[in-house]
């Protein structure tokens, strides 16, 4: 942590959907680096994880991350999302603009209409893999979850499709919630009114992998053009983890954001 009286606003880290997703497993690789510079929290959000069950009925992650921030007296935060966690980063902005200080997101969806790079049978080839891998969590199903979030399959190690199939095996609640939420229209309650985005003067930094086959990066090219105070980072070999896959550009690339933009 830094010691300057010029300590930057705490920084919030908000996990994606898929099965065994958990504030650590997202942001592993991060948290010690951002951590010289920040007071990190990477939460599990209710619905996930150690975090306590969620029906569609009872979601709000937008109001869970202000209660969070509130508990621990957390005035204004920077809050980073992957996918899901994305989409829960531009909500905050819209309604709590007041509570956030900058906004940094890795390949969410810009809202919930059809686009222009859309798959034309529903969900994208990368959501269908992670519905599927809700419905079998087994290492395998995990193995074909790791390898489409990413563009370097190394990263897709037995461990860590292991490790992701025994996360998910151990909270068959969640399993089973998300299921329903997926037959209800999905986990994501409400989305960043785009006219509301076109309108805030946060700082918003855009990460999205080319080669994300989850979430196409037409939705950061959209919200690119609607949110005035935003830039947008396309990484080539890149999928859906920009996080993870590139670790190291990833966290200078937030560290450099956050204490200037």
Request: proline share 7%; with cysteine; aromatic share 6%.
């Amino acid at each position: 942590m830094l010691s300057s009286p010029r300590r930057p606003s705490s920084t919030i880290l908000i996990h994606g959907s898929g099965p065994g997703a958990t504030g650590w497993s997202n942001f592993s690789g991060n948290i010690e680096a951002l951590a010289r510079h920040f007071h990190v929290y990477a939460v599990d959000m209710p619905g996930w994880g150690e975090s306590d069950p969620c029906t569609k009925e009872t979601l709000d992650h937008i109001g869970a991350t202000i209660q969070f921030m509130d508990a621990l007296g957390i005035a204004k935060a920077a809050v980073v999302g992957n996918s899901m966690g994305g989409i829960i980063a531009l909500a905050l902005a819209a309604e709590h603009p007041d509570r956030i200080s900058h906004v940094i997101t890795m390949g969410p969806a810009a809202h919930p209409g059809p686009k222009l790079f859309g798959a034309g049978d529903g969900p994208t080839e990368g959501l269908k893999v992670l519905q599927q891998a809700y419905r079998t969590p087994t290492p395998e199903a995990m193995h074909a979850l790791v390898s489409i979030m990413v563009y370097d399959k190394t990263f897709a190690t037995p461990d860590l499709c292991k490790a992701r199939s025994d996360a998910a095996l151990a909270r068959p609640e969640h399993l089973a919630n998300f299921l329903d939420m997926l037959a209800k229209g999905g986990p994501v309650t409400r989305f960043a009114p785009l006219d509301v985005l076109a309108r805030s003067q946060i700082p918003m930094l855009l990460i999205h992998g080319r080669d994300d086959r989850v979430v196409h990066y037409e939705n950061s090219l959209i919200l690119n053009a609607y949110i005035p105070n935003s830039r947008m980072v396309l990484m080539n070999r890149c999928g859906h983890w920009a996080m993870i896959e590139h670790a190291e550009e990833f966290n200078r690339l937030v560290t450099d954001f956050v204490l200037h933009a």
